[in-house]
């Protein structure tokens, strides 16, 4: 089993959920904000998952408040940004650290497999991490990517 899926995170309702649950799955791996510029691509993220969930992609939210506090609320109020105000339907995890020594284990694992500009550090909200369906990082995306431009590399990642 590869090391991504030995990790757990906390869903935003509270539930320790397993990173193999997710096995043989292409997973998009994004840390989020509620108050970015970059929070319409929630749109988009939705649009892939709902596209392509049926060939196996997932897309797991991590909301961050490490980059210009824009991730402040509790999970009451990151839900309401989610799921009402713009129709997330993938799941969503409890607000984490991307960066620094309470970082995440998943973003531990992921920034250490594909590392980056700035010596492995997030660099700011809505970066994201493409792994195969075997569980292996396949590539990282830069905050101003838009869904729409990934949409090749998880059609690949999906074909394998």
Same mark, same amino acid.
């Given at each position: ?27 998009? =791996?994004?840390? $989020?904000?509620? +108050?970015?510029? &970059? ?5 988009? *993220?939705?649009? #892939? ?48 650290? =991307?960066?620094? $020594?309470?970082? +995440?284990?998943? &973003? ?5 497999? *594909?590392?980056? #500009? ?43």
């Amino acid at each position: 089993m590869t090391p991504f899926y030995q990790l757990t995170a906390t869903s935003l309702g509270g539930q320790s959920i397993s990173m193999a649950d997710y096995a043989g799955k292409v997973a998009l =791996v994004v840390n $989020t904000a509620s +108050h970015c510029g &970059f929070t319409p691509q929630y749109e988009g *993220l939705e649009a #892939l998952y709902k596209k392509y969930a049926e060939q196996g992609l997932v897309v797991l939210g991590f909301p961050c408040n490490q980059f210009g506090k824009q991730e402040p609320g509790s999970a009451e109020e990151i839900g309401q940004t989610c799921y009402i105000n713009y129709g997330v339907s993938f799941p969503m995890f409890e607000k984490i650290d =991307v960066n620094g $020594t309470s970082a +995440h284990p998943v &973003f531990h694992y992921l920034k250490s497999e *594909l590392p980056g #500009l700035l010596g492995g550090r997030v660099m700011w909200n809505f970066t994201k991490f493409l792994i195969g369906r075997d569980g292996k990082p396949i590539k990282r995306f830069a905050p101003f990517t838009t869904p729409e431009k990934m949409e090749t590399a998880i059609v690949a990642a999906l074909e394998i």
